[in-house]
């Protein structure tokens, strides 16, 4: 048996798409709630919850989350453009708490471990479903 070249990139990319979709399915699941909102409404909330948004408040990463699968189930993009500087506000705190995390040894080899196990388990299982 010959092994197929492996594409870390390749598969890094498959990973967080199917992520993303296990999200939207569970949105779906939930059935859409924000799928009652017009367009200017939908677009509204999106502004609303990243000037809300901070790294560390799991409620509001979790409606943003909600809000980018509202986007995708009516296949739109999320207009990220209207909120590049709350954007860029919540990427700065990111960055800030990334390097907390590379910091700390023992916390960066505790989350490399679990990112590391979690795409092995997916690609194991990946690798599984195309034989």
């Not at 367009?39 to 809000?67: I, Q, Y």
């Not at 699968?69 to 296949?75: D, G, I, L, P, V």
């Not at 708490?97 to 989350?111: F, H, K, N, S, W």
Request: net charge negative.
């Amino acid at each position: 048996m010959t092994k197929t070249p492996f594409d870390v990139e390749k598969e890094m990319q498959a990973w967080l798409a199917s992520a993303q979709m296990d999200k939207l399915v569970d949105y779906l699941k939930r059935g859409a709630p924000y799928s009652a909102l017009s367009e200017a409404d939908l677009r509204e909330e999106w502004k609303r919850s990243w000037r809300a948004m901070a790294p560390t408040d799991r409620a509001e990463l979790a409606k943003n989350s909600d809000l980018v699968c509202e986007f995708q189930r009516r296949e739109a993009e999320p207009p990220y453009d209207l909120v590049r500087d709350d954007f860029e506000r919540f990427m700065a705190s990111s960055r800030e708490g990334i390097d907390q995390v590379l910091a700390d040894p023992d916390r960066y080899a505790e989350i490399s471990d679990s990112v590391a196990n979690d795409l092995a388990e997916f690609i194991v299982g990946h690798s599984e479903e195309k034989n």
